[in-house]
């Protein structure tokens, strides 16, 4: 048997790929809108707990969802979702701008959301059968036999006929975003158990803290306390060359790491792609991880200290600047590249001559920017034994009750701190205006 030519074959592969890719907004709109009524229906889950079964039939104990319970939960929120992208428009749609339209580019008309809406649940059923039989329009099932297609709406807005525009507060996806935004900041508030009653009742108790750190005691500025064997000038000028070590060495580590984790520079083959992949998985996990969390590993490691403090802070910074450096390669102009291609110019000549000149100022913006940043993190971690300023804080403040002016030296330290930062940042700020 002939087998058929690689043109064919190669056609039609394009013309699915092409169809998938109409098809992915249209499946992360859906999956959005159906996780948002997923939410809706935890919060509202969790305030009847909270104002029901707790504080008026607290005998009953917590409300618990039986286990033939959660299948209803799932299948009824996903029954808004379609019921939302048959015959509304949600925040999906809006987010991933899609537009529900007729294949002659007009409104659907009630009959034709009908019967999208119930041959979406065929559609659901059938899923794996659905994306292999999706054409190259990225037309489902749902889709041919209602005449209705899911459309980018910067491609259909001009052809579809004119109507009033409502206001952005009057429409589904305006009126689901409030109800979004209300019930997190209810459910919030609930969960972080605030109390504003509180906040003025005991106002009273902290007066005596405020008035010793307004009122600093500089005894121990230079003059080292002779429990630390350290000043509160050594403790400042310890943090600030560790954050400005973890800054150019962190620096220096995620400069050639940021090309190996742009989509631009490495999107050019499957090898190329993995390291893309991995790269941008480095940046994104340990970044997530706080710098107080491996100042803990590295006192560990390396023992307590401002050593550990460096350490810590550099991976961080690594990860940090490498993810902001990466999107700077990504977000280039691409003229001076495909030039320097055109002449016969390596990839390496690409990135010499076309990438590194146009990312340079805002690298060292971004690095200074992140010194500002390693300062502030270096007193923090000083909490887990990260050395600087930090140490001498954290020791005054846990002698409150031993010592009669711990929180006066306490305030001392936090006015060094803000002054030194704030100097810092005055000089920095200047720097990146010059740069930039």
């Given at each position: 048997?002939?087998?058929?030519?690689?043109?064919?074959?190669?056609?039609?592969?394009?013309?699915?790929?092409?169809?998938?890719?109409?098809?992915?907004?249209?499946?992360?709109?859906?999956?959005?809108?159906?996780?948002?009524?997923?939410?809706?229906?935890?919060?509202?889950?969790?305030?009847?707990?909270?104002?029901?079964?707790?504080?008026?039939?607290?005998?009953?104990?917590?409300?618990?969802?039986?286990?033939?319970?959660?299948?209803?939960?799932?299948?009824?929120?996903?029954?808004?979702?379609?019921?939302?992208?048959?015959?509304?428009?949600?925040?999906?749609?809006?987010?991933?701008?899609?537009?529900?339209?007729?294949?002659?580019?007009?409104?659907?008309?009630?009959?034709?959301?009908?019967?999208?809406?119930?041959?979406?649940?065929?559609?659901?059923?059938?899923?794996?059968?659905?994306?292999?039989?999706?054409?190259?329009?990225?037309?489902?099932?749902?889709?041919?036999?209602?005449?209705?297609?899911?459309?980018?709406?910067?491609?259909?807005?001009?052809?579809?006929?004119?109507?009033?525009?409502?206001?952005?507060?009057?429409?589904?996806?305006?009126?689901?975003?409030?109800?979004?935004?209300?019930?997190?900041?209810?459910l919030?508030?609930?969960?972080?158990?605030?109390?504003?009653?509180?906040?003025?009742?005991?106002?009273?108790m902290?007066?005596?803290?405020?008035?010793?750190?307004?009122?600093?005691?500089?005894?121990?500025?230079?003059?080292?306390d002779?429990?630390?064997?350290?000043?509160?000038?050594?403790?400042?000028?310890?943090?600030?060359?560790i954050?400005?070590?973890?800054?150019?060495?962190?620096?220096?580590?995620?400069?050639?790491?940021?090309?190996?984790?742009?989509?631009?520079?490495?999107?050019?083959?499957?090898v190329g792609?993995?390291?893309?992949?991995?790269?941008?998985?480095?940046?994104?996990?340990?970044?997530?991880?706080?710098s107080?969390?491996?100042?803990?590993?590295?006192?560990?490691?390396?023992?307590?200290?401002?050593?550990?403090?460096?350490?810590?802070?550099?991976?961080?910074?690594?990860?940090?600047?490498?993810?902001?450096?990466?999107?700077?390669?990504?977000?280039?102009?691409?003229?001076?590249?495909?030039?320097?291609?055109?002449?016969?110019?390596?990839?390496?000549?690409v990135?010499?001559?076309?990438?590194i000149?146009?990312?340079?100022?805002?690298?060292?913006?971004?690095?200074?920017?992140?010194?500002?940043?390693?300062?502030?993190?270096?007193?923090?971690?000083?909490?887990?034994?990260?050395?600087?300023?930090?140490?001498?804080?954290?020791?005054?403040?846990?002698?409150?009750?031993?010592?009669?002016n711990?929180?006066?030296?306490v305030?001392a330290?936090?006015?060094?701190?803000?002054?030194?930062?704030?100097?810092?940042?005055?000089?920095?700020?200047?720097?990146?205006?010059?740069?930039?």
């Amino acid at each position: 048997m002939a087998k058929k030519p690689k043109k064919l074959r190669s056609a039609r592969r394009d013309a699915l790929l092409k169809g998938f890719d109409l098809l992915r907004p249209r499946v992360f709109a859906f999956v959005l809108d159906w996780a948002a009524w997923g939410y809706i229906a935890y919060a509202a889950m969790y305030l009847l707990n909270q104002y029901w079964y707790t504080w008026y039939v607290d005998w009953y104990g917590t409300l618990t969802l039986p286990t033939w319970g959660w299948p209803i939960v799932v299948l009824g929120t996903l029954e808004l979702a379609i019921l939302l992208h048959a015959f509304g428009h949600g925040i999906g749609m809006s987010l991933f701008g899609t537009r529900l339209v007729t294949t002659d580019i007009d409104y659907p008309t009630r009959r034709q959301r009908w019967i999208r809406f119930l041959w979406m649940h065929a559609s659901l059923v059938m899923l794996p059968l659905t994306l292999l039989r999706t054409g190259t329009d990225g037309a489902a099932v749902h889709d041919r036999r209602s005449g209705t297609r899911m459309r980018a709406w910067k491609d259909v807005k001009d052809e579809l006929p004119p109507r009033k525009p409502r206001a952005w507060i009057r429409t589904q996806s305006g009126i689901m975003t409030l109800v979004l935004i209300g019930v997190t900041f209810w459910l919030g508030w609930e969960i972080t158990e605030i109390d504003l009653g509180m906040l003025f009742s005991r106002a009273g108790m902290s007066a005596r803290i405020w008035k010793d750190l307004v009122n600093p005691d500089f005894v121990h500025f230079f003059q080292p306390d002779p429990t630390l064997g350290q000043s509160i000038v050594q403790g400042l000028i310890e943090s600030i060359f560790i954050a400005l070590l973890a800054t150019l060495m962190g620096g220096i580590v995620a400069f050639p790491l940021s090309f190996l984790g742009a989509r631009n520079i490495m999107g050019f083959s499957p090898v190329g792609w993995l390291v893309y992949a991995v790269m941008r998985a480095f940046f994104n996990v340990f970044r997530s991880i706080e710098s107080i969390l491996w100042a803990v590993v590295f006192a560990v490691w390396v023992g307590f200290g401002p050593f550990a403090g460096v350490l810590a802070l550099t991976l961080h910074t690594i990860a940090a600047l490498g993810k902001l450096f990466s999107e700077q390669v990504e977000g280039i102009d691409p003229g001076p590249l495909e030039a320097i291609a055109s002449t016969g110019g390596r990839r390496v000549d690409v990135v010499l001559f076309g990438v590194i000149p146009q990312i340079v100022p805002s690298y060292l913006a971004f690095t200074l920017y992140r010194w500002d940043i390693n300062i502030r993190m270096a007193t923090v971690i000083a909490l887990v034994g990260g050395g600087g300023i930090g140490r001498i804080l954290f020791f005054y403040k846990n002698q409150v009750g031993f010592l009669s002016n711990a929180w006066n030296q306490v305030g001392a330290v936090i006015i060094a701190i803000v002054a030194v930062v704030w100097l810092l940042d005055y000089i920095s700020g200047r720097v990146r205006e010059k740069i930039i």
